[in-house]
């Protein structure tokens, strides 16, 4: 398979640019649940885009492939986000607590979080595809450990790993349709993702008006409305699920593509005009439609008030160069950089794609758009860490919540997946804080099988934990297991965080 290079160049720049134009039209109207009357930019912008956190943090997934290489995972990806993510509200926030506590991915993104349905994910998703352009199931799989940081095992994980198939197969293939069927056979049939974009097609497929779909999608499919309009108010929109919020912008995404027709001034428009996260749903678009035209596709008229800066929002600058140095000034330097990744992706995975400057010859590439059938089973990574080790990994589950308190017991669950060639037997030994007692006992020893035939090749094991007292507001342990066939230990933190709250005496 081959892309051109100067095509590769081209959607790529236009997929950036398109960002750019999308945030920058959506900014002013973030958050507001009424049907707007955009048609244009709203003030004079002198050539410089709005600043951006819709890509913001992509900036910083970029960098770190450049200092780390391209094997990242979430745990990775996690300590960037605490040096160099600032914001504190929402999602955001809420991991940036967790970790800080020493819950890892992708329990900071779930713990304590009523945010994890929300936005943040998805509007970061246009890197991966990005450095994995016509393989989806990769983009996927980047996209994956990214959402979990911050949402955990929520809707946020869905909306952005259906973005990134989605973004990836745009490279090769330009029926819209097409591309909404590719990006959802990465995800559940029944989350609220794949509901509300089945809703959003559902009315256009009845020849409803875009306002009518838009209604439709915030009767079944809304989150809380932060600030409702009067009319909507009237509708009955004035209520929902705080933080329950990727299902109806995903939807109201795919209200904007399908209704737009292809038109890039439309469907900008129309998914402006939706209302809620008006920046992220339009960013997004605008970077789908790059993607799939190229940039010399986006018209001059909104290309030139924006220019091709850079302008952040959400970082910290003082750790990345002078005053963010490090950082790509342009979507010029941006495609540039992320260009050499790709390549490094590329030859990292043994993907059959060649992007050089012969002619695009990408036919193949899409017959294997599609998830396989076991592409499902990453989501079973949604409900605890992963700790990789060689011939085997091992995934912590907190079914209690990743908390302890005096008196009462919680359980950790354990689950050893082996990864190598034959069937092992390992030894288990908790190294435990003074004062709590672990059942079954604190060692012991397993069997774990190959992965044939019926058997997953996975070995769980569940511990109870209690104390009379707790006496840390972070509890630490680990877990050390050691297959008696590999000269290796494998040592697994488990973190428990106290939340007994105690009748202080007041003084009389």
């Keep these: 398979m081959r892309i051109s290079s100067q095509e590769y160049k081209n959607k790529l720049l236009g997929c950036w640019m398109g960002k750019n134009i999308g945030g920058t039209i959506g900014a002013p109207y973030e958050w507001l649940r009424q049907v707007n009357d955009v048609t244009f930019y709203q003030k004079e912008l002198g050539g410089e885009p709005l ?3 819709d890509l913001d943090i992509q900036l910083i997934w970029l960098i770190a492939m450049e200092e780390k290489g391209v094997d990242i995972d979430a745990k990775l990806l996690g300590e960037y986000w605490m040096l160099l993510v600032t914001p504190h509200w929402a999602e955001y926030g809420n991991a940036k607590l967790n970790m800080r506590s020493g819950l890892v991915p992708p329990i900071s993104g779930s713990y304590s979080n009523i945010y994890k349905d929300s936005c943040g994910a998805f509007i970061r998703s246009e890197i991966w595809a990005c450095i994995a352009p016509a393989f989806p199931a990769l983009a996927a799989k980047f996209a994956f450990e990214d959402a979990i940081i911050d949402h955990g095992d929520g809707e946020g994980v869905y909306a952005e790993i259906f973005c990134a198939a989605l973004q990836s197969a745009a490279f090769v293939e330009s029926d819209i349709q097409k591309l909404i069927d590719i990006g959802l ?14 809703n959003a097609r559902s009315s256009y497929a009845s020849g409803k008006t875009w306002e009518e779909a838009r209604d439709g999608m915030l009767r079944h499919y809304r989150g809380l409305g932060l600030k409702v309009s009067p009319e909507d108010m009237e509708k009955g929109f004035h209520d929902g699920k705080m933080g329950w919020d990727a299902p109806s912008n995903i939807g109201m995404l795919i209200i904007g593509m399908l209704y737009g027709e292809g038109d890039f001034a439309r469907s900008m428009q129309i998914t402006v005009n939706c209302g809620e996260d008006t920046d ?3 960013a997004t678009y605008g970077a789908i439609y790059g993607i799939l035209h190229g940039i010399d596709a986006i018209p001059e008229e909104w290309r030139k008030p924006i220019g091709h800066k850079i302008k952040t ?5 003082g750790e990345l160069g002078g005053y963010g140095s490090h950082l790509p000034q342009n979507i010029d330097e941006l495609t540039e950089r992320t260009t050499k990744i790709m390549h490094q992706v590329l030859l990292r995975n043994r993907l059959p794609l060649v992007v050089d400057e012969g002619e695009t010859d990408a036919e193949e590439a899409k017959k294997n758009l599609f998830a396989g059938k076991d592409f499902l089973k990453i989501y079973n990574n949604m409900y605890g860490p992963v700790y990789r080790f060689g011939s085997f990994s091992v995934r912590v589950e907190y079914p209690d919540g990743p908390v302890i308190k005096n008196n009462i017991a919680t359980i950790v669950r354990i689950i050893v997946k082996n990864l190598g060639k034959t069937s092992e037997v390992y030894n288990l030994r908790w190294v435990s804080a003074e004062g709590f007692q672990i059942l079954p006992g604190l060692e012991g020893k397993s069997y774990i099988p190959l992965p044939i035939g019926s058997s997953s090749g996975e070995n769980m094991v569940e511990f109870t934990l209690i104390t009379e007292r707790v006496l840390r507001p972070v509890n630490r342990f680990a877990l050390e297991l050691v297959c008696e066939n590999k000269a290796s230990t494998m040592l697994v933190p488990v973190v428990l965080i106290n939340t007994t709250v105690e009748a202080v005496p007041v003084p009389i």
């Design 51 to 53: 600043p951006n956190d």
């Design 185 to 198: 056979s990465y995800i559940p049939e029944d989350c609220g993702i794949a509901g509300a974009i089945g």
């Design 280 to 282: 992220c749903t339009a």
């Design 313 to 317: 929002a959400c970082l910290n600058l």
